[in-house]
């Protein structure tokens, strides 16, 4: 199992180009952006990085804000000035794309299986000429550049299968291993990525630190998305996918998680990060 780091909610580039580096020192496999609403760009800060891991990658760019060939052009771009580009791509949520931007998310499904249609031949050097209910497109884009492994945010059964089909793997967040091992890696293709966020924090009381995390974290809970997937694994909320305890709890997790079938974990931690990286070293 592949071994990289990210951060939730970066200040700045400059906090972000710093972690990728010492990623980078302590020889960890990947680095990973992520889209916040009203925060920064996941493909320019990786595109703006120092010193990196061999891959870089995005867990996710939301699908709906951004036209295909527009992703497109901007993967290839970075992979032809750096290399070692992960693509993470993902609908997101009706909060953010409707209630934000003010954008239909009108079938985020159908959508998806169309963005990916037109995105993945265009990430792969091949023209698109495709005429659907949310695309109409006939393009090529010439940027030589090796295809980017593509990865598709991915819970329910359905959006399983729709990256069992299109994509190279699966990005997961709020998911614990036997949520992996029971509801996501059998959906997936056999030799596809399985790539999930662990999320971590170091505390002599577990229980009240998740207590305390329940509260803020209960607007992700009520996420169409992640309450499906909470409520098939019968947890109540996000809070319950955190890795919380000692440091024997979080090199346990880990193990765990590729027990489980992951390919790739990206941890994040909440607190005390030097030290929580230093036990990925360490194991």
């Known amino acids: 199992m592949h071994i990289g780091t990210g951060l939730i909610t970066p200040t700045s580039p400059a906090e972000v180009a710093s972690a990728a580096a010492d990623a980078t020192e302590r020889g960890l496999d990947s680095f990973w952006t992520n889209q916040n609403p009203g925060g920064w760009d996941p493909l320019t800060l990786l595109a703006a990085l120092g010193p990196r891991p061999a891959e870089v990658g995005t867990a996710i760019v939301a699908t709906f804000p951004r036209h295909p060939v527009t992703t497109a052009a901007e993967a290839l771009t970075i992979q032809a000035a750096r290399g070692g580009l992960t693509l993470g791509v993902g609908p997101s949520h009706a909060w953010y794309v409707q209630d934000q931007l003010g954008l239909p998310y009108t079938s985020p499904l159908r959508h ?124 109540a909320n996000p809070a319950d996918t955190l890795v919380i305890g000692d440091d024997t709890t979080v090199t346990d997790a880990v193990k765990r998680y590729q027990d489980a079938g992951v390919t790739d974990l990206i941890v994040v931690p909440l607190n005390d990060r030097s030290r929580t990286l230093d036990l990925l070293q360490a194991g």
């Open 112 to 235: 998806t299986r169309e963005y990916l249609t037109v995105l993945r031949p265009l990430l792969n050097g091949r023209p698109v000429r495709f005429d659907g209910e949310f695309f109409t497109v006939d393009t090529r884009l010439d940027i030589a550049a090796p295809a980017p492994s593509l990865l598709l945010s991915a819970l329910g059964p359905r959006m399983l299968e729709l990256a069992h089909d299109l994509a190279d793997g699966v990005a997961a967040a709020w998911v614990t291993p036997d949520m992996v091992a029971k509801h996501i890696a059998p959906r997936t293709a056999p030799g596809a990525r399985i790539v999930a966020q662990a999320v971590t924090l170091l505390s002599p009381d577990p229980d009240r630190a998740r207590a305390e995390f329940a509260g803020q974290l209960a607007t992700v809970g009520r996420m169409p998305a992640y309450r499906a997937s909470l409520d098939r694994a019968g947890l």
